[in-house]
């Protein structure tokens, strides 16, 4: 079997050391290159053709956004950012994820040295993950928080009804699923039910995601508390390293935010997530899986939809990793599996045909 091959691009000459050292103990892969810059990284993957390259952010010459944003138009690959820990770097690794970096490590501002000796499990991992992604060219710019509103966005009201307070969408995702959530999200109207998500990522990066999101949709998107009421209408987005679940509290849904033990290895985790959904929301839920690496959400979907909940999952071809919708699949979960650019229009008609059933019962 073929080793991965890496090239690292750092301007600083101890994290390129370090990311090599790293990469080369692993068995799997191996380090073909270290670039200071853009412009060496360039001929870098001309002459070395590698796998997956790793991308600072802040380099001398063009900084790692402007050079991501020139590959992924002109020869796509699979990048892993390695941005640093700070609101800043929370920013624009958003912004390259938004650009098609498949994921990213967020290296400590100090003890550098020892911090990414710690995140060595986490960095090869993520590599591995990179190199087995599909990854797409970049055609058009995409939309920031400041753009405006895609056009191809359905009406602000659908015309939901009490669909809307009774229902709750929830979602799980993992590698590619900031981009995938973003999608979903910017097609849903402003009538829309409740959606609470978890998606793998970082304490310190989803308020910001959050924040990003909030100026793209129709809906008004946040990072949940703890206790806080769900709402049509509304998105909440699991704070980065800690679980988020759904309780009932009298006629109402309430946030639980809580740090616990990870669960499949991660936290916030959606296994955590979607039991909550099964426990207490049951048939009024929707669940969507999304792209993503592993099996985390994948039982605890299957108990949504043995609850009667109503269930969906995004398809190969348009996942960046298909492992957690795949592992849905396979558990019987999934009542439909449908590209990512339809699957917001068919629960919104989902819910207009549900809504038709609700009216014809009354």
């Known amino acids: 079997m073929s080793k991965i091959r890496a090239v690292v691009v750092d301007d600083s000459a101890l994290v390129r050391s370090l990311l090599t050292e790293i990469i080369n103990r692993q068995p799997d892969m191996q380090c073909v290159g270290a670039a200071a810059d853009p412009y060496a990284a360039r001929e870098m993957i ?191 987005i699991a704070p980065g390293g800690q679980h988020l679940s759904v309780e009932r509290s009298g006629a109402n849904y309430i946030a639980r935010v809580q740090v616990g033990e990870p669960v499949n290895r991660h936290m916030p985790s959606v296994e955590v997530l979607f039991k909550s959904a099964a426990r207490v929301v049951g048939p009024n839920a929707i669940g969507v899986m999304l792209t993503g690496m592993g099996a985390d959400g994948s039982k605890a979907m299957r108990e949504m939809r043995d609850a009667g909940a109503y269930c969906v999952a995004q398809d190969e071809a348009s996942c960046v990793v298909f492992g957690m919708p795949r592992e849905a699949i396979a558990a019987g979960a999934v009542h439909e599996v449908l590209p990512l650019p339809r699957i917001a229009p068919h629960l919104i008609e989902y819910l207009r045909n549900t809504a038709g059933l609700s009216l014809n019962r009354v």
């Open 46 to 236: 001309r002459n070395l053709n590698p796998d997956v390259i790793t991308l600072d952010v802040e380099m001398p010459r063009m900084d790692g956004i402007d050079f991501l944003s020139k590959l992924m138009r002109l020869r796509p690959m699979p990048v892993v950012m390695v941005s640093t820990l700070t609101e800043r770097g929370a920013e624009v690794t958003l912004r390259a994820l938004e650009l098609g970096a498949v994921d990213f490590v967020a290296k400590p501002k100090i003890g550098i040295a020892d911090g990414l000796q710690q995140l060595a499990q986490e960095i090869t991992e993520k590599i591995r993950v990179a190199a087995k992604a599909q990854v797409r060219k970049l055609h058009t710019p995409v939309a920031t928080a400041s753009g405006p509103a895609a056009d191809h966005r359905p009406a602000a009201s659908a015309g939901l009804g009490r669909l809307s307070t009774e229902k709750i969408i929830f979602i799980g995702a993992s590698t590619g699923g900031t981009e995938a959530t973003r999608e979903l999200l910017t097609a849903l109207p402003a009538d829309a039910p409740a959606v609470v998500i978890t998606q793998h990522m970082p304490a310190g990066f989803t308020k910001s995601y959050a924040a990003r999101l909030n100026g793209l949709c129709r809906i008004v998107v946040k990072e949940a508390q703890d206790g806080e009421r769900i709402l049509p209408g509304h998105a909440y």
